[in-house]
């Protein structure tokens, strides 16, 4: 028995319909005439399953992609408060810059918002050198008139600074520092990292009275995330996660993830025409530095990638899985105190029949000798006194000692 | 120093456990695994009192386990069930032969009955065959669509109330990731469940090795000194499905709790309301449960038989037009009979 797929596709699944090929990411620029103008260019984007283009056509067609994300779901109020995440990463630049020329628009095409940036400094958590400054003042004066703010991951939201005002503080620790230390596995580390950070940025929106938060996550971004939603045992919440509105955060602050229709080559072509500077390379975000097998998240990205290779739609297809599910949301259930995903209410068999292996494991033989409840004692370790979902128990459990929250 | 077993049995413990982690000795390893079999049977309510269960044997470890433990577990604990082993033969030389000898050893361990059943006198091809005709890119899909209609067939024929699988967690953990690999929602929606099928005319599945861990079969099995069949397939392993299986190794190897994991995300994934859910019926051909007219197994067997093995793979459109074509030039080559014959 090698197969438990049923009925129609059998065993090898879709993948009859892929097509295995896929051209090598990267530049791909001549000369000639723009398919769509039909304007003579010195140089030409040519985007997987899309004709050669010139600058401006491309630029337009990103762009459009940034704008039908918002505008499809009408979920932006006109003048709506918005904050912009900036990580320095190309992505979030390509955001920034869409963004800006969203607004300088005449009046008919423009996105009625007032928007501001701030700029996370994650790289003393990373344990890296930090930021050049100067190369983000310097796209603060790009960007005019938006205000530039920074924060630090791990301190406290009252010590965001305008970019102007801003130094480095002294101190290389903090307390996040510190609990990361805590946690045993890289797996638990990023997964809690990842939380903290919704949570600051939270914070920060409620401080800056904004009601919408731009992150700059794109399609590759989100199937690995569903990808490793389900292997962190986050099913019931993978969707808000890759989903373009997320509503889990405290004070009815909403994240959307407007660039998630864009592909990685089109970030690289954007970076290209509109010149842009990334301030870090792709791929540095915390931990990675430890290689593909050190946490089920750098698996799972190395997976993805890899997978890209040999099967040229299986991130969008993953992305797509991702478009057709929908959260596990009950209004009267109460949620998660540390990630705000609900709580699954009734106890699920799953979790009891890892709760009942350990028990079993403890009793071994004795466990003959009848008049023992071994069902009630798992029941009993189920109980949800800590008010923390499946997951977040995980990264409690590692913490051997003090309090996730 | 030795390490002592973790339920301070006394014994020096023998193994740790995969699934827990935990440092146990070779008994209570054996208790502990029964164990968790009879309560995921008991709580999920997988069979009733006089039923008779036909135990899906393949002669590997899995299914030898399940028939092992499903064997101890009614005498222990008087289920009051009627076991029966079924197997299929695909007609694979040098691979189900050699395994069906396994199933027969089996049989006559446990005191079983057997039906064995061949894809010969089903469908009238044998894998084999098939390969020859098809090559060995998409005969898994051949070899999966009638094996699964075949135990249905089996299953009618001994005349059981369910049959019981060797599916373990690994495999359900596996599957659930190949089909968000794969966009498949119907059957994202349906391959964690511990029961499926069940209707009016259908005979329902059941799984209790679901909870089980690959690594934990193994052991018992070893342990146990059961004998099983460890070869794999002489054709060509499915390519797609190993990526998702290498994947899962891999996770597994950082959080062995991983397996569990992904069931649990697998269960806890709900779908928005606009997603097509698959209406089961059953194919007015043949009269077996499909989701589809015809079923998969007619369509490929259709294929087999006219020649067009690709029929049933890729999309149907395509096939339809495969059909249309033969029929326009087996008309084509009938008119110049009948001209022929006119003289």
């Given at each position: 028995m090698c197969s438990i797929g049923e009925d129609d596709f059998g065993d090898d699944g879709a993948t009859h319909a892929m097509v295995v090929e896929s051209l090598p990411l990267g530049i791909v620029l001549s000369p000639g005439n723009c398919s769509k103008c039909d304007v003579n260019s010195g140089e030409l984007y040519k985007l997987n399953f899309r004709t050669a283009e010139c600058r401006e056509c491309f630029l337009a067609y990103a762009r459009h992609k940034f704008r039908a994300a918002l505008g499809a779901a009408k979920i932006l109020p006109?003048?709506?408060?918005?904050?912009?995440?900036?990580?320095?990463?190309?992505?979030?630049?390509?955001?920034?810059?869409?963004?800006?020329?969203?607004?300088?628009?005449?009046?008919?095409?423009?996105?009625?918002?007032?928007?501001?940036?701030?700029?996370?400094?994650?790289?003393?958590?990373?344990?890296?050198?930090?930021?050049?400054?100067?190369?983000?003042?310097?796209?603060?004066?790009?960007?005019?008139?938006?205000?530039?703010?920074?924060?630090?991951?791990?301190?406290?939201?009252?010590?965001?600074?305008?970019?102007?005002?801003?130094?480095?503080?002294?101190?290389?620790?903090?307390?996040?520092?510190?609990?990361?230390?805590?946690?045993?596995?890289?797996?638990?580390r990023q997964d809690y990292l990842q939380q903290q950070r919704k949570n600051l940025i939270c914070s920060v929106a409620q401080c800056l009275q904004c009601t919408?938060?731009?992150?700059?996550?794109?399609?590759?971004?989100?199937?690995?995330?569903?990808?490793?939603?389900?292997?962190?045992?986050?099913?019931?919440?993978?969707?808000?996660?890759?989903?373009?509105?997320?509503?889990?955060?405290?004070?009815?602050?909403?994240?959307?993830?407007?660039?998630?229709?864009?592909?990685?080559?089109?970030?690289?072509?954007?970076?290209?025409?509109?010149?842009?500077?990334?301030?870090?390379?792709?791929?540095?975000?915390?931990?990675?530095?430890?290689?593909?097998?050190?946490?089920?998240?750098?698996?799972?990205?190395?997976?993805?990638?890899?997978?890209?290779?040999?099967?040229?739609?299986?991130?969008?297809?993953?992305?797509?899985?991702?478009?057709?599910?929908?959260?596990?949301?009950?209004?009267?259930?109460?949620?998660?105190?540390?990630?705000?995903?609900?709580?699954?209410?009734?106890?699920?068999?799953?979790?009891?029949?890892?709760?009942?292996?350990?028990?079993?494991?403890?009793a071994g033989v004795s466990l003959y000798k009848s008049g023992q409840d071994l069902e009630g004692l798992a029941k009993k370790r189920l109980e949800n006194k800590d008010g923390l979902c499946h997951a977040c128990r995980a990264i409690q459990a590692e913490l051997d000692s003090g309090n996730l929250l | 120093m030795p390490i002592i077993c973790k339920s301070k049995c006394g014994n020096r413990a023998a193994l740790k456990r995969p699934k827990t982690g935990d440092a146990l000795c070779k008994e209570c390893f054996f208790a502990a695994f029964e164990a968790e079999i009879h309560h995921t049977i008991s709580s999920?309510?997988?069979?009733?009192?006089?039923?008779?269960?036909?135990?899906?044997?393949?002669?590997?470890?899995?299914?030898?386990?399940?028939?092992?433990?499903?064997?101890?577990?009614?005498?222990?604990?008087?289920?009051?069930?009627?076991?029966?082993?079924?197997?299929?033969?695909?007609?694979?030389?040098?691979?189900?032969?050699?395994?069906?000898?396994?199933?027969?050893?089996?049989?006559?361990?446990?005191?079983?009955?057997?039906?064995?059943?061949?894809?010969?006198?089903?469908?009238?091809?044998?894998?084999?065959?098939?390969?020859?005709?098809?090559?060995?890119?998409?005969?898994?899909?051949?070899?999966?669509?009638?094996?699964?209609?075949?135990?249905?067939?089996?299953?009618?024929?001994?005349?059981?109330?369910?049959?019981?699988?060797?599916?373990?967690?690994?495999?359900?953990?596996?599957?659930?990731?190949?089909?968000?690999?794969?966009?498949?929602?119907?059957?994202?929606?349906?391959?964690?469940?511990?029961?499926?099928?069940?209707?009016?005319d259908s005979i329902p599945r059941v799984k209790p090795l679901k909870y089980s861990y690959e690594k934990e079969i193994v052991m018992y099995a070893h342990y146990k000194k059961l004998v099983y069949f460890s070869t794999e397939c002489v054709f060509a392993p499915n390519a797609y499905r190993g990526h998702a299986r290498a994947f899962l190794k891999d996770l597994e190897k950082v959080r062995p709790s991983v397996i569990m994991d992904i069931i649990y995300s697998g269960e806890q994934l709900r779908f928005k309301d606009t997603v097509k859910k698959p209406e089961r019926g059953t194919c007015t051909r043949c009269g077996f449960v499909s989701s589809q007219q015809p079923c998969k197994a007619c369509v490929l067997l259709e294929g087999l038989n006219r020649g067009l093995p690709k029929l049933g793979i890729g999309k149907k459109t395509k096939g339809e037009r495969m059909i249309a074509k033969q029929n326009q030039e087996l008309a084509l080559r009938e008119r110049a009979n009948l001209v022929k014959n006119d003289f």
């Amino acid at each position: 028995m090698c197969s438990i797929g049923e009925d129609d596709f059998g065993d090898d699944g879709a993948t009859h319909a892929m097509v295995v090929e896929s051209l090598p990411l990267g530049i791909v620029l001549s000369p000639g005439n723009c398919s769509k103008c039909d304007v003579n260019s010195g140089e030409l984007y040519k985007l997987n399953f899309r004709t050669a283009e010139c600058r401006e056509c491309f630029l337009a067609y990103a762009r459009h992609k940034f704008r039908a994300a918002l505008g499809a779901a009408k979920i932006l109020p006109r003048n709506a408060e918005v904050l912009l995440v900036l990580d320095g990463s190309a992505e979030s630049l390509v955001l920034l810059d869409m963004l800006h020329f969203a607004q300088t628009q005449n009046t008919f095409k423009r996105l009625h918002c007032n928007a501001r940036v701030v700029y996370v400094e994650e790289q003393k958590v990373q344990g890296r050198d930090p930021v050049h400054l100067e190369a983000l003042q310097n796209l603060s004066t790009q960007y005019a008139p938006f205000d530039f703010y920074v924060i630090e991951l791990g301190a406290l939201p009252s010590s965001m600074q305008r970019i102007k005002d801003y130094s480095p503080s002294l101190n290389a620790n903090n307390e996040l520092i510190h609990k990361l230390q805590k946690l045993r596995s890289l797996t638990a580390r990023q997964d809690y990292l990842q939380q903290q950070r919704k949570n600051l940025i939270c914070s920060v929106a409620q401080c800056l009275q904004c009601t919408h938060v731009f992150e700059s996550n794109i399609s590759v971004d989100l199937a690995t995330q569903l990808l490793t939603a389900i292997a962190l045992g986050r099913g019931g919440s993978a969707a808000l996660d890759v989903a373009l509105l997320d509503d889990r955060l405290s004070g009815d602050v909403k994240l959307l993830r407007p660039l998630k229709d864009l592909n990685e080559q089109e970030i690289q072509f954007y970076i290209h025409a509109q010149r842009l500077k990334p301030l870090f390379e792709k791929g540095s975000c915390f931990g990675r530095e430890h290689g593909q097998t050190a946490s089920l998240q750098n698996l799972t990205s190395a997976f993805v990638a890899n997978l890209q290779q040999n099967y040229a739609s299986t991130v969008s297809t993953v992305f797509r899985t991702g478009d057709k599910i929908a959260a596990n949301s009950n209004p009267e259930q109460s949620s998660c105190v540390h990630c705000r995903s609900t709580l699954d209410s009734e106890i699920s068999d799953t979790l009891l029949a890892i709760e009942y292996s350990r028990t079993v494991s403890e009793a071994g033989v004795s466990l003959y000798k009848s008049g023992q409840d071994l069902e009630g004692l798992a029941k009993k370790r189920l109980e949800n006194k800590d008010g923390l979902c499946h997951a977040c128990r995980a990264i409690q459990a590692e913490l051997d000692s003090g309090n996730l929250l | 120093m030795p390490i002592i077993c973790k339920s301070k049995c006394g014994n020096r413990a023998a193994l740790k456990r995969p699934k827990t982690g935990d440092a146990l000795c070779k008994e209570c390893f054996f208790a502990a695994f029964e164990a968790e079999i009879h309560h995921t049977i008991s709580s999920s309510n997988l069979f009733r009192r006089g039923e008779k269960v036909a135990v899906a044997a393949s002669g590997g470890k899995d299914s030898t386990v399940l028939a092992h433990v499903l064997k101890l577990l009614n005498e222990r604990h008087n289920y009051g069930l009627e076991l029966v082993l079924l197997s299929i033969d695909e007609g694979i030389t040098g691979y189900r032969d050699d395994s069906l000898e396994t199933v027969k050893q089996n049989r006559d361990d446990y005191q079983m009955p057997l039906k064995i059943l061949s894809y010969e006198e089903l469908y009238g091809w044998t894998m084999d065959r098939i390969v020859a005709q098809i090559g060995r890119s998409n005969n898994c899909t051949f070899c999966g669509v009638f094996r699964r209609q075949a135990l249905d067939r089996g299953a009618k024929l001994l005349g059981v109330d369910s049959i019981a699988t060797g599916h373990n967690a690994d495999d359900i953990a596996e599957t659930v990731l190949m089909n968000v690999l794969r966009g498949d929602t119907a059957r994202l929606r349906r391959c964690t469940s511990i029961r499926t099928g069940g209707g009016e005319d259908s005979i329902p599945r059941v799984k209790p090795l679901k909870y089980s861990y690959e690594k934990e079969i193994v052991m018992y099995a070893h342990y146990k000194k059961l004998v099983y069949f460890s070869t794999e397939c002489v054709f060509a392993p499915n390519a797609y499905r190993g990526h998702a299986r290498a994947f899962l190794k891999d996770l597994e190897k950082v959080r062995p709790s991983v397996i569990m994991d992904i069931i649990y995300s697998g269960e806890q994934l709900r779908f928005k309301d606009t997603v097509k859910k698959p209406e089961r019926g059953t194919c007015t051909r043949c009269g077996f449960v499909s989701s589809q007219q015809p079923c998969k197994a007619c369509v490929l067997l259709e294929g087999l038989n006219r020649g067009l093995p690709k029929l049933g793979i890729g999309k149907k459109t395509k096939g339809e037009r495969m059909i249309a074509k033969q029929n326009q030039e087996l008309a084509l080559r009938e008119r110049a009979n009948l001209v022929k014959n006119d003289f």
